[in-house]
């Protein structure tokens, strides 16, 4: 790794806040020339940008927000939406056993029962923000995602100025709040993003199964591309890929917010569970497997020599 990458592992996991996040922009403006603040949408989001979004023909992307720490994992099975449903229903269960139990305790307390309902799910939505997004700072975000950051900043350095020439690189805000930045992202530049390629890195460091979920536009524009390039890198590294279009596969990551997107995870495989990512959102996020971050900045180079859009692709 870079030693700016080693300094982002070391001293930046955590970028929850805004102060810590006007610290760590200032830290990469600093390392990387040309860096610049995009401002805009609801909440106040400040997304990162290299290059000239309107000409790239690639634009390579991933959130630098970290996530509130959390008791248990935010577990993603992208190859099961039902499993991973049901674990989000799991979750919720301890909340409206405490919706319930509060709204018991408003009526013996001689609130009408209707009132005491309204206020019991009303303090369960207001302790789901409060665990989830306005929690203490997870101190430990190398897969969730310090590496997909790691990932972009390995890529800058890599790439030569000609290949960078082609390329945009975007440090999207408020990913963990619920995709915020990648909207405003999306509003800001919307013409340009119509028919344009966004490769999106989210949680790439932590498994051996490389996952590649397309939308529609972008399988048209890149898949065969894509299939080239990545897995002629991960076969190199011992890695292997999963080229998955929408249907197959669901990443719920900032590319969902883009017409052509592209999202990349690292997942690990167990039998009878399938394909997953677990640990993220908890002190157990430590994981990084440099072998990920090099696979894909050798497949990101691959793939800038073979994808070459027609110039209508992009305008």
Same mark, same amino acid.
């Given at each position: 790794?870079?030693? /700016? ?18 610290r760590f922009i200032a830290f990469l403006q600093e390392k990387i020339p040309g860096l610049r603040v995009e401002e805009g949408g609801f +909440?106040?989001?400040?997304? %990162? ?13 991933? @959130? ?5 720490? /959390?008791?248990? +994992? $935010?577990? =993603?099975?992208?190859? $099961? ?12 269960? +301890? ?8 709204? *018991? ?23 789901? =923000?409060?665990?989830? =997004?306005?929690?203490? *700072?997870? +101190? @430990?975000?190398? $897969? ?7 990932t972009l900043c390995e890529l800058i350095a890599a790439l030569s100025e000609q290949e960078k020439a082609r390329c945009a690189f975007v &440090? &999207?805000?408020?990913?963990? !709040? ?7 992202? #999306? ?21 051996? @199964? %490389?996952? &590649? ?11 065969? #591309?894509?299939?080239? *390039?990545? !897995?002629?890198? #991960? ?11 929408? #249907? ?15 999202? =990349? ?15 993220? @959102? ?12 090099s696979v894909l900045i050798d497949g990101a180079q691959r793939f800038l020599a073979l994808y070459h859009p027609e110039p209508d692709e992009? *305008?």
């Amino acid at each position: 790794m870079t030693g /700016l990458s080693e300094d982002i592992l070391r001293d930046w996991q955590v970028r929850k806040s805004k102060t810590q996040k006007t610290r760590f922009i200032a830290f990469l403006q600093e390392k990387i020339p040309g860096l610049r603040v995009e401002e805009g949408g609801f +909440p106040r989001c400040r997304n %990162l940008v290299l290059g000239d979004v309107e000409t790239a023909d690639v634009i390579f992307t991933a @959130h630098y927000d970290t996530c509130a720490r /959390l008791p248990f +994992p $935010n577990f =993603i099975t992208p190859k $099961n939406l039902l499993l991973y449903l049901g674990y989000q229903l799991l979750i919720l269960i +301890p909340f409206f056993l405490l919706a319930g139990l509060l709204a *018991a305790l408003l009526i013996l307390l001689g609130l009408p029962a209707r009132l005491s309902a309204v206020l019991g799910w009303w303090i369960m939505f207001f302790a789901i =923000i409060c665990l989830f =997004i306005l929690g203490p *700072a997870n +101190p @430990h975000t190398v $897969n969730d995602n310090t590496s997909g950051v790691l990932t972009l900043c390995e890529l800058i350095a890599a790439l030569s100025e000609q290949e960078k020439a082609r390329c945009a690189f975007v &440090f &999207f805000d408020h990913e963990e !709040s619920g995709l915020f930045g990648s909207m405003a992202f #999306a509003s800001k530049h919307k013409k340009a993003l119509k028919n344009r390629l966004l490769l999106n890195f989210d949680c790439v460091s932590d498994g051996d @199964h %490389l996952l &590649f979920v397309q939308s529609k536009k972008a399988r048209r524009l890149c898949e065969e #591309a894509l299939r080239e *390039a990545f !897995s002629a890198a #991960a076969a190199e590294g011992g890695k292997q890929t999963l080229i998955e279009r929408t #249907a197959t596969a669901f990443y719920p990551s900032d590319q969902v917010n883009v017409p052509c997107g592209v999202g =990349i995870a690292a997942l690990k495989k167990k039998r009878g569970l399938g394909y997953y990512i677990d640990r993220i @959102h908890t002190n157990r996020d430590t994981v990084l497997d440099e072998n990920n971050l090099s696979v894909l900045i050798d497949g990101a180079q691959r793939f800038l020599a073979l994808y070459h859009p027609e110039p209508d692709e992009t *305008a």
